[in-house]
């Protein structure tokens, strides 16, 4: 007589143990989750695509010191690879299709070369080069002047040699002044014109001094004039 299958019991451990998904492995015990099991594919995948690629290189041909005002020039790049490289700038100046970088004011300018790569090769490690553009120099002259003894002090001006861009005086954040200044004393006493104070973000200043001569009147045999 065949003896009565009773049914499977089990404690609430085993229970907790057995509803965990999983896959089975070959003929043994070992058990593998899912996700593992997905992640561990995507990995097998992924390395022959790795492999396949190589690694190339960039490099930013050298270039000479520039100052604001000068002209648009070309940065060129090459790539280990002999693929295109495209040129980005970072600060005052701006960059074109044709790698044609022009300058827009005075500071520091950062020339990067980066090629992405494509289906032999990995994207470059970006190159990068750092270009200080130094300010252009601004010549401003205290205009000399005339007056007779006695007279108002005539209005002190300045001129200015060196703007560069078709620019001018309103480019400036504050434009210079001149200021009467005595030296000597005696006979030996002079007025100076003396020019100061202008501030620009792209202009140096070269400060040249005027005179101011003041006609004495002249006197008579007597003493008077």
Avoid: W
């Amino acid at each position: 007589m065949l003896a009565k299958a009773e049914p499977l019991q089990y404690t609430p451990r085993q229970l907790k143990a057995r509803s965990k998904p999983g896959i089975l492995m070959g003929t043994g015990t070992m058990r593998l989750s899912v996700s593992c099991m997905a992640g561990f594919l995507c990995l097998l995948a992924g390395l022959p695509a790795l492999e396949a690629k190589e690694v190339q290189t960039v490099k930013i041909s050298r270039f000479s010191a520039k100052k604001y005002g000068d002209k648009p020039f070309v940065v060129t790049a090459k790539s280990s690879s002999k693929l295109p490289v495209s040129i980005f700038v970072n600060g005052p100046a701006s960059v074109d299709k044709r790698g044609k970088i022009t300058i827009k004011g005075a500071g520091k300018v950062r020339v990067f070369a980066v090629q992405m790569g494509n289906d032999q090769f990995m994207p470059a490690k970006p190159a990068m080069v750092t270009l200080e553009v130094a300010k252009a120099s601004l010549v401003i002259r205290a205009e000399d002047k005339k007056m007779k003894e006695g007279e108002k002090t005539p209005e002190l001006t300045v001129t200015y040699k060196g703007f560069v861009n078709a620019e001018s005086v309103k480019n400036l954040t504050k434009p210079a002044v001149a200021k009467l200044v005595e030296t000597g004393k005696g006979k030996r006493k002079k007025h100076k014109i003396v020019p100061s104070g202008s501030e620009s973000m792209n202009y140096s200043f070269n400060y040249v001094s005027g005179d101011l001569e003041i006609i004495r009147k002249k006197k008579s045999f007597f003493g008077r004039n």
